[in-house]
């Protein structure tokens, strides 16, 4: 082991990790990083095929983001966003709005992702407040969603691994099932949902006099195991919340920033998919620093526009709100996804991850699915049935594939590949040859 591992061991205690597992498969010592590849202090080279953690949208050290991160460094790197005016954060606001030109009006910035849903819940219940409806406090999502580590985000997301040594302090939300859950654009019902929502609008309609809003991972879950959903579901429970005067909260933090095909993953589902409250993280910024975007219609904030003495402002504050360094590198990541047509290339390239994945016809992988630059596949006997929970399957294809060349991080037993959007298809052949590669080594013994 290292000096460096060693020093690691006693005092760094990694996220999401049993941190025992350490002492198995010590950590890789990451000392460089460029483009899609990481770089190891024992002189091999890694594919980041998660993005690291779906935020390296552009890669690593993309030059025009350093380049802006060190520009407006040169100026000033973070001054109180309260009662100053800053022109990254201004200039972001106006560009995230002319995204979609009168769809929303205001934007309010933070740190993460998290932050970014938590503001979100915050503001429903007290927009509902402030119109009258002082009984709309609860909110409703999706089976197998997943919003944040906080207390709130938790709360209102379906991941009972992250969630249930806290359930607690969780408030109670109400968890929609029966979602109409498609393999990807190429699935004949992927632009119809009819057959799944009756069922679903029911969950709806015996709740919705207490509801403030309802949240969703448009299209794409992620933590939940990367699996789809029919956007259609998003325009069908856009209306139905228009029509309740319940508001529609999209979690585009993974989904979002071109991940999905689009801007946002909800537009997928056409322009009357759209949400209220939309919330974007991870690739906004390239990964390069933390920031989330809530983006507001105006007629949403003009209900706290108010004379100080009515109390009806938003005092949710944050250290960092509207940080300068974080702002310049996402107004750098907009002007490098026009330029380099970022979009285009997720069009024109990432159909191949899903292709690649069903091609390789094992019956270790199941439910194959795939969207945007994502592809995803359930691990399973070859009878179809699930392995043991206690075999680590999963675990054990990210420490084979580490070998071959490639960080692929998986969840439980689902893989998938969510390589940085500028992944080239000879790239993405090596990620689809590795994990076939570690599977094949894996589900062997």
Not at 425 to 438: K, M, N, T, V
Request: proline fraction near 6%; aromatic fraction near 6%; charged fraction near 20%.
């Amino acid at each position: 082991m290292s000096d460096l591992l060693a020093r690691d061991r006693r005092v760094f205690w990694h996220p999401c990790t049993q941190m025992t597992d350490h002492d198995l498969v010590p950590p890789i010592e990451v000392v460089g990083a460029e483009g899609i590849h990481l770089h190891l202090a024992d002189g091999r080279s890694l594919i980041d095929g998660i993005s690291s953690w779906w935020c390296k949208s552009l890669g690593h050290r993309h030059p025009r983001l350093i380049r802006a991160l060190t520009d407006q460094a040169g100026r000033f790197e973070h001054v109180i966003a309260a009662n100053t005016v800053q022109e990254p954060t201004v200039r972001l606001c106006e560009r995230l709005l002319a995204l979609h030109p009168g769809r929303w009006g205001r934007v309010f910035l933070a740190g993460d992702g998290s932050t970014g849903i938590e503001i979100a819940l915050k503001m429903a219940v007290q927009w509902q407040r402030q119109r009258g409806q002082t009984g709309r406090t609860r909110f409703a999502g999706l089976e197998d969603g997943y919003h944040g580590e906080t207390i709130a985000t938790m709360s209102v997301s379906d991941c009972g691994v992250f969630r249930a040594p806290f359930q607690d302090l969780c408030f109670d939300a109400t968890v929609l099932t029966g979602l109409p859950r498609r393999s990807g654009p190429e699935d004949p019902r992927w632009l119809d949902a009819s057959a799944e929502w009756p069922a679903i609008e029911r969950q709806l309609a015996a709740i919705a006099p207490t509801l403030a809003g309802v949240v969703v991972e448009p299209v794409l879950q992620g933590a939940g195991g990367m699996r789809l959903v029919s956007p259609d579901l998003l325009r069908r429970m856009a209306a139905w919340c228009r029509a309740h005067g319940v508001l529609l909260i999209a979690d585009e933090i993974a989904a979002g920033s071109g991940r999905c095909g689009a801007w946002l993953a909800s537009s997928l589902g056409g322009d009357e998919a759209l949400p209220d409250l939309a919330v974007l993280s991870k690739g906004l910024t390239g990964g390069v620093l933390p920031l989330c975007a809530v983006l507001i219609p105006e007629a949403i904030a003009q209900a706290f526009e108010a004379p100080w003495i009515a109390g009806r402002a938003f005092l949710h504050s944050n250290t960092y709100t509207g940080h300068a360094l974080a702002c310049a590198v996402a107004n750098e990541v907009l002007s490098v996804y026009e330029d380099e047509d970022i979009l285009g290339r997720v069009a024109r390239h990432g159909p191949r991850l899903r292709q690649g994945l069903a091609s390789l016809d094992s019956p270790h992988l199941n439910a194959v699915r795939g969207v945007g630059m994502m592809a995803a596949a359930d691990l399973v006997r070859a009878d179809g049935t699930p392995f043991p929970r206690e075999r680590r399957t999963g675990w054990r294809c990210f420490q084979a594939a580490l070998r071959r060349g490639a960080l692929l991080r998986s969840l439980g037993d689902t893989v998938y590949l969510l390589p940085p959007l500028i992944t080239e298809p000879g790239d993405q052949d090596r990620l689809l040859a590795i994990l076939a590669e570690s599977v094949a080594e894996v589900v062997r013994d």
